[in-house]
């Protein structure tokens, strides 16, 4: 009998020093991030649906010294989306939506040549063809400081020519969760935060979780920041009217543990809506998720994921969802442009005992990488092939310049960085974590940029040599 119970009690030990095995190499990852200014915010890890590690890393406030906790909150940024998802499937439910069902069904004073075409599925698989509000020239100028309800700012883009004829392409757009949102509020006779509180918040007792206003005041609220090559600045202004439905929540990372839990069961939505929720249409993407397999550590293995990012002024967030083993990452940071997918790649290869690496102080660089910017540095014919305007949105070009030796990048309204080698035809910056992919026609001239940051790859067109 008594070897019985060692034997049965043998699992319970190895699996508890595992945990603590891997929540060791977790800390000791992410304060390495944290130290190289790679990370400042919240983790939590979850392993086989338990709670492993969960950590604050860093400042929610410079100024006061005011520490990053567990429970500070953060925004979401695009994080929303899969929560307006949820909604609207949860309306689809209750007859109130068809997913088949126009915009112009909802929402009358949408033009009919656009709305009329457009599904309420389209809108919420990015493959509408409406035109992305935040890439309009315009945007941070003349709209991102001033407050807007739904139907006033609806028509800045919706009068606009369709990018391409609905359900044919993905293409994301904060464009159709902003429209979502508004549905939401016409079918529901409710804003948008009251129908968000009463289906999902308050049933999941997701407490520190609501919209975000910046007149609010909200008790643990980190700041926004953006990180510069000489410290941190305070995020340009944004009134949360703006994000809306695509990107207005805040959250913690304890309380998205609990949403993560609520979605292997049906208590938000039944088991055929849950399957419309999370099934990708077009280029992986479903219904405000992700499903694309992610990398474990360093190695080519990857496991199967549903995960999103967010990004919005001074905040990046990311959760990656793996339902086989019911593996859990969430990473919340308030000093924006961080890449955060690397760092969950890290943790993953951490759990299923895969070599990762730990991260590069951006002031050393590989040995393999210095070799190749002083080899670059002497061919400087090479950097002026890419030298020339790259079209990444409407109204907005990064410039590529060469001086002597080295190579710039600059963005339309935004400050001019150097750029370094990686690897042949990819360069990286040191300000933020961000890559730049040039491409090369059949003639083997460069023709284009893609930028990796924050998740997002962006590609842009070569329109001046």
Request: hydrophobic content about 35%; overall charge positive; aromatic content about 12%.
């Amino acid at each position: 009998m008594r070897t019985l119970m060692l034997l049965l009690l043998f699992p319970v030990l190895f699996s508890c020093r595992s945990s603590a095995q891997d929540a060791a190499k977790i800390d000791q990852l992410l304060g390495k991030y944290y130290e190289y200014g790679q990370f400042n915010g919240t983790v939590l890890v979850a392993k086989a649906g338990k709670i492993i590690f969960k950590k604050g890393y860093g400042y929610a406030n410079f100024e006061w010294d005011i520490l990053n906790t567990t429970d500070t909150k953060f925004r979401l940024g695009s994080i929303t989306k899969q929560f307006t998802a949820m909604l609207i499937l949860q309306l689809v439910e209750k007859g109130k939506i068809r997913l088949d069902g126009k915009v112009t069904d909802y929402l009358p004073y949408y033009p009919k040549d656009n709305g009329g075409k457009i599904t309420v599925y389209q809108l919420l698989t990015h493959t509408a063809g409406v035109p992305n509000y935040t890439a309009l020239p315009e945007f941070f100028s003349r709209y991102a400081r001033n407050a807007y309800t739904p139907r006033e700012f609806i028509p800045v883009f919706a009068e606009l020519p369709l990018e391409f004829s609905p359900g044919s392409k993905y293409k994301y757009s904060n464009s159709g969760y902003f429209i979502l949102g508004a549905i939401i509020e016409a079918v529901s006779g409710k804003p948008y935060d009251e129908v968000l509180h009463e289906n999902i918040l308050r049933p999941l007792h997701m407490n520190n979780t609501g919209y975000d206003t910046a007149a609010t005041v909200i008790k643990k609220r980190a700041d926004g920041y953006m990180k510069r090559r000489n410290g941190y600045e305070h995020a340009e202004y944004l009134d949360m009217s703006l994000p809306f439905a695509a990107g207005a929540m805040y959250s913690t990372v304890e309380d998205l543990y609990l949403w993560d839990q609520a979605l292997y069961t049906e208590q938000l939505l039944n088991k055929d809506s849950k399957h419309t929720y999370f099934t990708p249409y077009l280029d992986g993407y479903a219904c405000g998720w992700v499903r694309k397999p992610i990398n474990l550590g360093k190695t080519t293995d990857t496991l199967s994921a549903i995960w999103h990012g967010g990004g919005i002024n001074g905040f990046v967030s990311l959760i990656v969802r793996i339902p086989g083993t019911k593996d859990l990452v969430v990473l919340l940071n308030n000093t924006g442009g961080t890449d955060l997918e690397d760092m969950a790649r890290g943790i993953l290869g951490i759990l299923h005992d895969k070599p990762y690496d730990l991260p590069i102080h951006p002031a050393v660089l590989p040995p393999a990488v210095q070799q190749l910017i002083t080899a670059s540095q002497a061919d400087t014919a090479a950097y002026r092939t890419y030298a020339g305007s790259y079209l990444l949105g409407p109204g907005v070009v990064m410039t590529i310049t060469v001086e002597g030796s080295r190579i710039y990048e600059q963005v339309t309204g935004q400050r001019r960085y150097e750029i370094f080698p990686q690897s042949p035809g990819k360069f990286f910056m040191r300000v933020v974590d961000a890559q730049i992919t040039f491409t090369r026609d059949e003639q083997g001239k460069v023709d284009g940029l893609v930028l990796h940051q924050g998740g997002r790859d962006v590609p842009g067109k070569r329109v001046t040599p």
